[in-house]
């Protein structure tokens, strides 16, 4: 475990050790929960940084560029 930990650390990855969702081991919940909130936190800074679309977290960059060439969908 040590070695996950040392390269995610190196690599500026999130570590949360093993686990195992089939025997609820290391608290599954609590790391699904932590991976959404670094998620959101990211796509939170990115938006204020400029860097990203509100419009792109809520639709999805695909739908913001498709284009439509049939007149019916």
Request: net charge negative.
């Amino acid at each position: 475990m040590k070695e996950g930990a040392d390269f995610a650390l190196k690599n500026d990855l999130l570590w949360f050790g093993e686990t195992s969702c089939s025997e609820n081991l290391n608290n599954v919940a609590e790391i699904f929960e932590g991976l959404l909130e670094s998620v959101h936190t990211t796509q939170t800074d990115l938006v204020k940084q400029g860097l990203k679309l509100l419009a792109d977290i809520k639709d999805g960059e695909e739908e913001r560029t498709m284009t439509y060439n049939r007149c019916c969908y």
